[in-house]
């Protein structure tokens, strides 16, 4: 069985040059740093924070209005003139809230909150899965580079074979130059193996928003195979636990009671005064009420645009649970395909590959075979590890997806 196995020693060239011991890493740790340092968790968590402030803003009663002033009065050259002195006037407003628009503002507030927190648990599941990604790439990097150098460093013992029984004689030249050639080849296949190791640690570094001074090694091992439950129930655990689809259904919500909202504000919302004024000769206070006339503007407009809203965030709610059932059913075929693909390699392909490699090796010790059945047969088995590597990442990913997508093996 082919793992991606890390033991504690590094082969030569396994890791790229770095100006720092490389800290090791574990997927927890990995995830535990992303979910600190994620620009997109920070958003989310913004998202909420602010979802909260507009809750509070929602119950707040609207203030009221406080009017103070004075001046003097002066008598006119009348037959009957006022009396000369200050005048001062105080006066209170307050604005009579509508009990229907104050609930539906407030539902809206709560179900807008409600959708931020599902939407930072939808976050945390993205960046969690993008750094499981990152992560296992590493891991079937090295990999790749560790059997990289295992091909290289049987080439470079065949081709001390071979210089050996060219130089007495046994061998001909040819035989070099291809034991040459492929040895080139198995060296540009380290170094591009490194190259892409350094790529996938950078991306890494960026799912994790570690410093960019900071040299990681991942350590760990890809997931063993699940037992993953029937489709249909898959399905149904989906649409109905995942935060995103909650969200929005949460987002719909909001959109129709911000409809309540604008009918409710249809209704004249009245103001009550009261004041006093102190003149020179005389005192007076009075209380009233004012009420808008709604003559012009009954809010048709506010009230088709919420309505509209209402259309649209039924039909993206539609439209997102289309989407996670596509990308379910397809994590799903995913993972199915690919651990067989695991299942019939290991069983099968690399296990023969391996007995031709080692069977060419004896023959070619003993002059039975030429280098080039030796080669031909080490290229296969290069291609079955690639092949049974490229299928068991393709399995964790499909895992990732599923995960992703709130999906608990």
Avoid: C
């Avoid at 090694?217 to 898959?234: C, D, F, I, N, Y």
């Amino acid at each position: 069985m082919l793992l991606l196995s890390l033991g504690p020693g590094k082969l030569p060239g396994q890791e790229p040059p770095q100006s720092a011991p490389a800290v090791p890493l574990t997927l927890q740790e990995a995830i535990a740093m992303a979910e600190r340092n994620s620009p997109q968790m920070h958003e989310a968590q913004s998202l909420t924070a602010r979802a909260e402030a507009s809750v509070h803003s929602a119950k707040a009663y609207t203030n009221p209005n406080i009017e103070v002033y004075g001046g003097l009065q002066y008598a006119r050259p009348v037959p009957t003139p006022g009396t000369p002195g200050i005048l001062q006037h105080y006066a209170g407003y307050q604005p009579i809230e509508i009990p229907s628009e104050r609930s539906a503002r407030l539902r809206a507030a709560r179900s807008v909150l409600e959708g931020s927190r599902l939407g930072e648990a939808a976050a945390t599941l993205s960046v969690a899965g993008n750094v499981k990604r990152a992560f296992y790439s590493a891991l079937m990097q090295r990999e790749r580079i560790k059997h990289a150098q295992e091909n290289l460093h049987l080439v470079q013992d065949l081709r001390r074979r071979v210089e050996v029984e060219v130089d007495t004689g046994e061998k001909g030249r040819l035989e070099l130059t291809r034991a040459e050639a492929e040895l080139a080849r198995a060296q540009f296949a380290v170094q591009s193996a490194q190259i892409e190791y350094a790529n996938v640690i950078a991306l890494l570094r960026a799912a994790i928003a570690a410093p960019a001074e900071m040299s990681l090694s991942p350590q760990g091992s890809p997931e063993t195979r699940v037992a993953l439950p029937e489709l249909k129930q898959v399905r149904e655990q989906v649409l109905q636990a995942h935060p995103l689809l909650a969200q929005s259904q949460a987002e719909a919500d909001a959109a129709r009671a911000i409809v309540k909202r604008e009918e409710a504000l249809r209704i004249p919302q009245p103001t009550a005064f009261a004041e006093f004024e102190n003149q020179p000769d005389l005192r007076y206070w009075r209380t009233g009420i004012s009420i808008p006339i709604p003559l012009w503007d009954r809010r048709r407009g506010p009230i088709g645009e919420a309505k509209a809203e209402v259309t649209r965030q039924t039909a993206v709610t539609d439209r997102l649970r289309l989407e996670l059932i596509a990308n379910l059913e397809r994590a799903y075929e995913q993972y199915q395909l690919a651990d067989q693909q695991v299942l019939s390699l290991e069983s099968g392909s690399l296990h023969a590959a391996e007995s031709a490699v080692e069977a060419a090796r004896n023959a070619y010790r003993f002059g039975e075979r030429g280098i080039v059945e030796v080669l031909d047969a080490q290229r296969v088995l290069q291609s079955v590890r690639g092949d049974l590597l490229d299928a068991q990442y393709a399995r964790q990913a499909a895992l990732i997806d599923l995960e992703e997508l709130g999906v608990k093996p």
